[in-house]
C-alpha cells in the first residue's frame, strides 16, 4: 500500500511539473496560434536566475523568505524574456506558421548555447531549502517534500489561471479569443496586448517550473528546458490544445503513467507508454481529452 501512495504522490509531483510548463504552451497555442519550441528556454532562463539569484541577488537565499526572493526573481526574469521574444520575434510572424517554427527553433538551440557558454554544460548543484530535501509520511509512504511543492505549487497556478480567465477582463479576451479571434478583432479589441500577456503568464509559470525543478532534481543544466518541454507537448495535444483544464488532466496521467510503468516495468518505459497514449488519444480523440472538434 505505501508503495502505491508513494508512486501517486511521486507521479502527481511529476504531472504537476509537466502542468506548470504545458499550461503557458496551451494558452499561447490556443489564443495565438504559435507552437513556441523556445518555451524550454523560459524554463532555462527562470532555472538559473533563481540559481542566481540565490547567491547573489541581496535578501535571497537558499531558506526560509530568502528562497522565495529568489524564485520570484526567477518567474520575473522568465516573463521578461517570454515577452521581448513575443515582441521581437514573434510578432512580425503571426499567421505565418513555418517561419514561426523555424525561429523559435533556432531560438531554443541558441538559448541552450548561450547557458552553456555562460555557465557551463555540467549540471549545476540548485540551492534548496533544508525541509524539501526532507520527506514527510503520507498513509505510511515517506513522500519526498520537493514533490509536494510542486503539487501545491501547480494547484495555486492552476487556480490562479482559472480565476485569471473567469474573473478578468484580459481573461474574458483571452477565451473569447481562444474560441473566435476574428470575432474579437473585429469588435475592435486589439488582440495583440492580450497575446503578449499570455506570453508573459507563460513564461512566468515556465519559469516556476524552471526553479522548482531545479529543486526537485537537485540541479539546473542547459538542456533541461528541451527535456521537459518534450513531455509538456505531449501533455497540451492530449489535453487540448488551448485548454488549460485539459493539460492539468493530461499532466496527471501522463505522471502517474510514467511512475507506475517505469516501477512495475523497465526503465524508460513509461516514457514509451506515455507516447503510446499520445498516439492513441490522437486516433480515437484527435481535438483531445478537453478540446473541441473543429468545424468547417
Known sequence: MSTVVLLALTGLGLGALYFLVASGLSLVFGLADVL???????LGVGAYATWWAADNLPGAGADGFGFVVAVAFGVLAGALVAVLVELVLIR??????????????????????????????????????AWTREVTSVLGANVPNAGLLLIIAAVLVLGGLLAFLQFTRYG???????????????????????????????????????????????NVSPGQGGSLLIFAFIVVVIGGMGSVVGSAYAAVAVGLLQQFVNYYGTSGLGDLCVVGLLAVVLLLRPQGLAGKVATA
Open 172 to 218: 474574458l479576451i483571452i477565451r473569447a479569443g481562444v474560441e473566435n479571434r476574428e470575432m474579437v478583432t473585429a469588435l475592435g479589441i486589439d488582440v495583440r496586448k492580450a497575446f503578449t500577456l499570455v506570453f508573459a503568464i507563460g513564461g512566468a509559470a515556465a519559469a516556476l517550473a524552471g526553479a522548482l525543478g531545479g529543486v526537485y532534481f537537485g
Open 92 to 129: 512580425p510572424l503571426y499567421s505565418r506558421t513555418i517561419e514561426q517554427v523555424l525561429v523559435t527553433v533556432g531560438l531554443s538551440l541558441a538559448g541552450v548555447a548561450l547557458l552553456q557558454a555562460t555557465w557551463g554544460a555540467d549540471p549545476r548543484p540548485f540551492p534548496r531549502p
Open 36 to 42: 513556441n519550441f523556445a518555451h524550454g528556454l523560459f
